[in-house]
C-alpha cells in the first residue's frame, strides 16, 4: 500500500486511540512489503529528545524463525520467572507452560523497535514510534500487540547475531501486526488521576 493510498484509509486520530485494541488472534494473511514500509513511515514520524531519532527496526515474517523465537522467548521468560514474585512466577509458568502456545498469537509479521544507545531518552523515543506504528495500524484496519515476552530472547547475543543487530542495540517494542480475525471489545480504563492543577 502506498502513503497515497493509505491516506485514503484515514480515520480521525482520537477514534484510532480509541478503537486500537490488543489483538492476539490473526487471520492467514501476509502484510507487503509496501503495507509495513507505511507503518515504518509513520513510527518515524514519533518526537524524539534532540532530534536523534535513535530508532532503528528489524521486519521478522519468516513462519520458521517466529516459530524459533517464540520458543526462544518462552525459555528465556522462564529463566526470568524465577527472580519474580510467587504469585507472578505462577502466573507466567502457567502461561507459557503449553508447548503450543505461540507469544506471537501466530501473526505473521514482527517489528521489533530498536534502541541505539544515544543518551537518556532512546527508549522513550522508540515507545513513541511504537504507538505511532501502532495508531496507524489501527488506522488501516491492522491489529497490533506489543509481545514483551520476546524481550529477554531479543537482547541475547545469540538473537542479536542471527537478526544482524548490533550488540551493543537495545529491544525495546517488539509488535505483533496483522488483519485482526475479530477485534476484542473495549475495555474501561479508569479516569485519569490528576495529582494536581495549580
Same mark, same amino acid.
Given at each position: ?10 480515520? =480521525? #486520530? !482520537?477514534?484510532?486511540?480509541?478503537? &486500537? ?20 513511515? *509513520?513510527?518515524?514520524?514519533? =518526537?524524539? *529528545?534532540?532530534?536523534?531519532? =535513535? ?10 524463525? %517466529? ?19 510467587? *504469585? &507472578? ?6 502461561? /507459557?507452560?503449553?508447548?503450543?502456545? @505461540?507469544?506471537?498469537? @501466530?501473526?505473521?509479521?514482527?517489528? #521489533? ?18 504507538? @505511532? %506504528? ?7 484496519? !491492522? +491489529? ?10 531479543? @537482547? ?7 537478526? +544482524? ?8 517494542? =517488539?509488535?505483533? /501486526?496483522?488483519?485482526?480475525?475479530? !477485534? ?15
Amino acid at each position: 500500500m502506498t502513503l497515497a493510498k493509505a491516506k485514503t484509509a484515514e480515520i =480521525p #486520530v !482520537l477514534d484510532a486511540i480509541y478503537r &486500537r485494541r490488543t489483538v492476539r488472534s490473526y487471520k492467514d494473511a501476509a502484510l507487503d512489503k509496501e503495507m509495513i514500509r507505511t507503518l515504518l513511515a *509513520a513510527a518515524v514520524q514519533a =518526537p524524539t *529528545a534532540m532530534h536523534e531519532e =535513535p530508532w532503528a527496526f528489524t521486519v521478522i515474517q519468516d513462519p520458521e524463525l %517466529l516459530r524459533q523465537l517464540s520458543e526462544g522467548a518462552k525459555k528465556a521468560a522462564l529463566k526470568e520467572a524465577e527472580s519474580m514474585s510467587p *504469585a &507472578r512466577a505462577v502466573q507466567t509458568r502457567a502461561h /507459557l507452560a503449553d508447548p503450543d502456545f @505461540n507469544v506471537f498469537y @501466530n501473526a505473521g509479521t514482527l517489528v #521489533v523497535i530498536w534502541a541505539k544507545p544515544l543518551g537518556s531518552f532512546v527508549a522513550a523515543d522508540c515507545w513513541l514510534a511504537a504507538e @505511532n %506504528l501502532m495508531l496507524a495500524a489501527c488506522g488501516l484496519g !491492522l +491489529g497490533s500487540c506489543v509481545i514483551g515476552f520476546s524481550l529477554a530472547a531479543l @537482547n541475547t547475543p545469540e538473537w542479536k547475531e542471527r537478526l +544482524g543487530v548490533d550488540e551493543k542495540m537495545i529491544p525495546v517494542a =517488539p509488535i505483533i /501486526l496483522g488483519v485482526p480475525d475479530g !477485534l476484542p471489545p473495549p475495555r474501561p480504563r479508569k479516569e485519569p488521576e490528576i495529582l494536581s492543577w495549580l
